[in-house]
């Protein structure tokens, strides 16, 4: 089985910035894309950022452009959101995900991913 295990949250003010990380462990002999999601009370579950497996596609919702970094260490296994100059917007339990095999293009919505780590808190004060 897949694993996921998210790390970084917590509570900061805005303007701060929060560096979360995704273990991901069950996979030995291939690296896959990973996908960042969010989720804030009431709303539906929104795409942050995604790393495909070459490391060459970074796609970012309009909303995270030039504030959030997504990056990845397959040595580690691990992917990693850099988030800066964050804003209150930016609350919700933070998600990393990933496919179940690799694809032509990395997914952008909730569907395309089948794995899913338990979701670490950011909360940003005003």
């Known amino acids: 089985q897949v694993q996921l295990v998210e790390s970084g949250g917590g509570l900061v003010q805005a303007g701060g910035s929060l560096r979360l990380s995704c273990a991901a462990s069950?996979?030995?002999?291939?690296?896959?894309?990973m996908g960042w999601f969010r989720q804030a009370p009431g709303k539906e579950r929104e795409f942050v950022s995604a790393?495909?497996?070459?490391?060459?596609?970074?796609p970012y919702a309009d909303s995270v452009k030039g504030r959030f970094t997504i990056s990845r260490d397959n040595a580690k296994n691990t992917v990693y959101l850099q988030m800066n100059n964050l804003k209150p917007e930016d609350t919700a339990v933070y998600y990393c995900?990933?496919?179940?095999?690799?694809?032509?293009?990395?997914?952008?919505?909730?569907?395309?991913?089948?794995?899913w780590g338990q979701g670490t808190q950011v909360t940003v004060s005003s």
């Open positions: 069950g996979r030995t002999f291939k690296i896959y894309d």
């Open positions: 995900a990933t496919p179940p095999v690799r694809r032509a293009v990395v997914p952008t919505t909730p569907d395309g991913y089948n794995y």
């Open positions: 790393i495909n497996w070459r490391g060459d596609s970074t």
